[in-house]
């Protein structure tokens, strides 16, 4: 009995001894070291909060690893980069963030007022190099305005005034331009070019889809004024519009129609139009035609009118007058009448309508028929008609009588300067801006 119960008071021991090692190795005793002290923590929060701006007055207790943040600060994100700093501090367990925002207006701007006079501070250091920077922005500035007032070159090379203009505005721009890329220099501020290219390029694209339409025309306005196409008072032709010159502009071209209307045309459109200029050659031709019986004699025809176009007052005899066979119709003949005039003395609408007259005049006279167009019938029992009716005799040409010769004498061909004295008038009278010069 004394043996079971030594026994069993051994067993227990025994166990213990058998599985106290395997109890060390599953869960082995944690020990920290090198731990900061609470006053090693408080000192180093001190540091770098009191090296931050704003942060300065935090008051800092640390018990344990716990640290209690108290006091005011400026704004929010004080506040929280207060508590993000001693959150990150080595040894801290805990952070409690008793801090509150400052409601004095005073200790709000305080920063702002701070950093305004630093800014000063940093102006005032580079106030000698701002002051030579601009002395340069100025000096290029008067000698872009120097050099774009400068055109007399320009204009010796045979450039138009708005030309000129033009490119003395892009030597200004040039000039200007140079000086504030050496003023960015010596600012250190070279980095700025690039920033300042590419925005310039792209408000250009912006500016070039928005005043597309503008720019086309000043740039055809330029051609138009070096090129001269026509001077002040030119009677052309644009597409459908027909008119007299008054001005160019930079944006548009000022026609007055026959009618007496002010007409104004887009350079763009000029530039891409065929134009026709009828004051550039004085010598101008008309045409009219005239049908006339088949059953005449042609030649005849054509001989008397040759010989009454050049009896009309205004018609040049060199370039003589034509009349040529045009057409063979089924009941007509064509003929068209064509006759060159000098614009400078004769007016083309009177010498075309009083050749028309006396054409018209004379083959009355004559007997030559213009019928209008008419249905022959044939019979089949030609024999049985009597002399006369199956057609009209063929009359012989003669001279027209003098009573015609002195109606063409006293007629008035002379030319027609109503339009040229509206023009002239609008002229004198418009302050509008005018590229064009008399008989440029």
Not at 76 to 81: A, P
Not at 265 to 285: D, G, H, K, Q, V
Not at 318 to 330: A, H, M, N, T, Y
Not at 357 to 368: H, M, S
Request: hydrophobic share 50%; aromatic share 6%.
């Amino acid at each position: 009995m004394a043996l079971l119960v030594l026994m069993s008071w051994q067993l227990p021991v025994c166990g213990q001894e058998l599985y106290a090692p395997e109890a060390a190795v599953t869960a082995p005793q944690i020990q920290v070291q090198g731990v900061p002290e609470d006053a090693a923590i408080r000192s180093r929060l001190l540091a770098v909060l009191d090296a931050i701006d704003g942060l300065q007055d935090i008051e800092v207790q640390v018990t344990s690893g716990v640290v209690t943040l108290a006091g005011e600060v400026p704004s929010s994100r004080l506040n929280r980069e207060a508590f993000e700093i001693a959150s990150r501090t080595d040894g801290v367990v805990y952070v409690v963030n008793r801090l509150s925002e400052e409601a004095d207006v005073a200790s709000r701007l305080r920063p702002a007022s701070r950093k305004f006079q630093e800014i000063g501070a940093d102006l005032l250091r580079a106030l000698p190099v701002g002051l030579v920077a601009l002395l340069v922005v100025v000096l290029f500035w008067f000698l872009g305005q120097w050099a774009g007032s400068r055109g007399a070159w320009l204009r010796r090379a045979g450039m138009s005034d708005l030309a000129v203009n033009l490119g003395l505005r892009i030597v200004r721009l040039l000039v200007i331009g140079i000086g504030f890329l050496i003023a960015l220099e010596i600012l250190d501020a070279t980095a700025m070019v690039g920033a300042l290219l590419g925005i310039a390029g792209i408000a250009g694209i912006a500016l070039g889809f928005a005043f597309r339409n503008i720019a086309e025309n000043y740039l055809a306005g330029v051609l138009l004024s070096a090129r001269n196409p026509f001077a002040i008072g030119d009677q052309v032709q644009i597409g459908e519009f027909l008119g007299k010159v008054v001005r160019l502009t930079s944006r548009d071209t000022v026609l007055m129609t026959l009618d007496g209307n002010h007409l104004r045309i887009p350079n763009s459109n000029i530039i891409t139009s065929a134009m026709l200029n009828f004051t550039r050659n004085p010598l101008r031709r008309f045409e009219f035609k005239v049908g006339v019986s088949v059953d005449l004699d042609v030649a005849a025809a054509r001989n008397l009118g040759i010989e009454t176009l050049r009896r009309t007052k205004g018609i040049l005899p060199d370039p003589g007058p034509q009349v040529l066979i045009s057409e063979l119709g089924d009941s007509t003949v064509q003929l068209s009448f064509l006759a060159w005039i000098d614009q400078r003395e004769t007016d083309i609408l009177k010498a075309r309508s009083e050749a028309i007259r006396l054409v018209k005049a004379v083959f009355d006279e004559a007997g030559i028929e213009m019928p209008e167009p008419i249905y022959r019938i044939h019979l089949r029992d030609a024999a049985a008609l009597k002399p006369g009716e199956g057609g009209a005799a063929r009359p012989e040409a003669a001279p027209p009588p003098s009573q015609t010769a002195a109606t063409a004498e006293s007629s008035d061909v002379t030319a027609d300067h109503t339009i040229d004295e509206q023009v002239a008038n609008d002229l004198n009278t418009s302050d509008e801006e005018n590229l064009l010069k008399k008989g440029g």
